[in-house]
Nanobody
Framework: QVQLVESGGGSVQPGGSLRLSCAAS????????MGWYRQAPGKQRELVAT???????RYSDSVKGRFTISRDNAKTTVYLQMNSLKPEDAAVYYC??????????WGRGTQVTVSS
């Protein structure tokens, strides 16, 4: 079992910034991928960014250049620095953990609101 706890969500104005954190605990494999997904009301959950154990990152086109995903040295916490936020970024952001053999866990989510 892997437990994921997100934090850092909140309400910001367009153009503002937020930094999300996800703390992982439990049976964590040294080789894994952690990432952030988001889901807005009435829409499907979508990938935002991922980072593997080696630090390799991937981003969705919609956030590339504005968001940065990173991990701490212990690889147990993942961050999402969100800059230049747009109203369309508003969603519940979920932390995800993935390892092989396939084992995937989700956090409960943290709300991000972008409005003027």
């Amino acid at each position: 079992q892997v437990q994921l706890v997100e934090s850092g969500g909140g309400s910001v104005q367009p153009g503002g910034s937020l930094r999300l954190s996800c703390a992982a605990s439990g049976s964590i494999f040294s080789i894994n991928i952690m990432g952030w997904y988001r889901q807005a009301p009435g829409k499907q959950r979508e990938l935002v960014a991922t980072i593997n154990s080696s630090g390799s990152t991937r981003y969705s086109d919609s956030v590339k250049g504005r968001f940065t995903i990173s991990r701490d040295n212990a690889k147990t916490t993942v961050y999402l620095q969100m800059n230049s936020l747009k109203p369309e970024d508003a969603a519940v952001y979920y932390c995800n953990y993935y390892s092989t053999p396939v084992r995937q866990y989700w956090g409960r989510g943290t709300q991000v609101t972008v409005s003027s």
